[in-house]
């Protein structure tokens, strides 16, 4: 999803007809990752989780089988869902898309380095990009992106 998203971000610049400004390009950033990538690829995370809960806990190195698995699944949902939404609010709307999208990203994050220390548990879903690309860096990126966007004057921002 992050390949996808950026190749949307630039297509999205290169096409604005409106003036170019650092603004601008910041709400285009945000709005297509808060869609892209938080919006539908949560909730295609969700629907993995529910559909395909088995495969997913061997890829994160987990037993398959367990109710929480569901449970997550509707987590991811349900953050996916809401960032939807950034596409028609925005604003401190998107401050708490960020937050509920950093605070389960980076909650993930300690679960799975937990995971790392106690068990060496070295499997794809649980260590390496999907770990301190997806779970840490991007989250908090997207935080302080949406601090900086919400401090700009009123006037240069879409409503």
């Known amino acids: 999803m992050l390949i996808v998203t950026t190749m949307v971000i630039l297509a999205h610049i290169a096409l604005t007809k409106s003036k170019r400004t650092t603004n601008n390009i910041l709400e285009i950033i945000l709005l297509d990752y808060i869609v892209i990538a938080i919006g539908i690829g949560q909730t295609i995370a969700g629907l993995e989780h529910i559909f395909n809960g088995p495969e997913i806990a061997k890829g994160i190195g987990w037993m398959p089988g367990s109710p929480f698995q569901?449970?997550?699944?509707?987590?991811?949902?349900?953050?996916?869902?809401?960032?939807?939404?950034?596409?028609?609010?925005?604003?401190?709307?998107?401050?708490?898309?960020?937050?509920?999208?950093g605070i389960f990203g980076l909650g993930a994050a300690i679960i799975h380095i937990h995971d790392i220390i106690t068990s060496g548990n070295m499997a794809v879903y649980n260590a390496g990009p999907m770990l301190y690309l997806g779970d840490v860096i991007l989250p908090i990126l997207l935080i302080i992106l949406v601090s900086i966007y919400l401090r700009l004057p009123q006037k240069e921002r879409r409503k």
Do not use: D
């Open 70 to 101: 569901a449970e997550v699944g509707v987590a991811n949902i349900a953050v996916g869902l809401t960032a939807l939404l950034g596409a028609k609010f925005r604003g401190v709307y998107w401050l708490a898309v960020a937050l509920m999208g």
